[in-house]
């Protein structure tokens, strides 16, 4: 469903050219850094001047440094936040979707595996699940009940969230 709902791709994409934009400002800094080096060389060694010139570059590096940490944690913050409300709007569709149809329960399920990708391969083999009546298969409706619900944008990422959650009408083949 993740790779598939409109919603959290652009969610994703949205966080993605943030990230860009951020790393283009970071690639200015980067360049200025690297010309106040050009400069440093050109200075005399032990000199006041080229003392000075050291002790600011030491400090923009460091201020640089500090500042990438902070906006990737914060990036990573966001992308977190953002799975959280897909996540949580994904159970509450299936939620609502299996109480209608009279579910017992619903197990997570890819079937996704490619043969020349070993780790695709490995985590097929490790699951508990190695077979199911593909008719049980409600991801496809979840989706589609996902892309019909209108609501309003979240305050965080903006993704639509319903303003309620009514059952949806949907057929369902036992």
Same mark, same amino acid.
């Given at each position: 469903?993740?790779?598939? *709902? ?12 943030? /990230?860009? !934009? ?5 690639? %200015?800094? &980067?360049?200025? +850094?690297? @010309? $106040?080096?050009? /400069? ?9 001047? *080229? ?6 570059? &030491?400090?923009?590096?460091? #201020?640089?440094?500090? $500042? %990438? =940490? %902070? #906006?990737?944690?914060?990036? +990573?913050?966001?992308e977190a936040a953002i799975y959280f409300e897909v996540y949580e709007r994904v159970r509450q569709e299936v939620n609502?979707? &299996?109480? =209608?149809?009279g579910l017992a329960a619903v197990i997570r399920y890819s079937g996704e595996a490619e043969a020349d990708q070993p780790d695709q391969v490995l985590r097929q083999?490790?699951? $508990?699940? %190695?077979?199911?009546?593909?008719? +049980? !298969?409600?991801?496809?409706?979840? +989706? @589609? ?9 979240? =305050?965080?990422?903006?993704?639509? *969230?319903? &303003? ?7 057929? *369902?083949?036992?």
């Open positions: 469903i993740f790779k598939e *709902y409109p919603a959290f791709i652009d969610e994703m994409e949205r966080l993605k050219r943030r /990230v860009e !934009d951020e790393d283009a400002k970071m690639k %200015v800094r &980067a360049n200025e +850094l690297q @010309a $106040d080096v050009d /400069v440093l060389k050109g200075l005399k060694a032990g000199s006041p001047e *080229y003392k000075t010139k050291e002790k600011e570059i &030491a400090e923009k590096r460091a #201020q640089m440094n500090i $500042d %990438v =940490q %902070v #906006q990737r944690k914060e990036f +990573l913050q966001q609502a979707f &299996a109480t =209608q149809v083999i490790q699951k $508990d699940l %190695v077979w199911f009546n593909p008719g +049980l !298969d409600i991801t496809n409706q979840i +989706l @589609a009940n996902l892309n019909a619900r209108g609501g309003v944008p979240t =305050q965080r990422t903006g993704i639509p *969230y319903p &303003a309620s959650n009514p059952s949806p009408n949907v057929p *369902y083949r036992r």
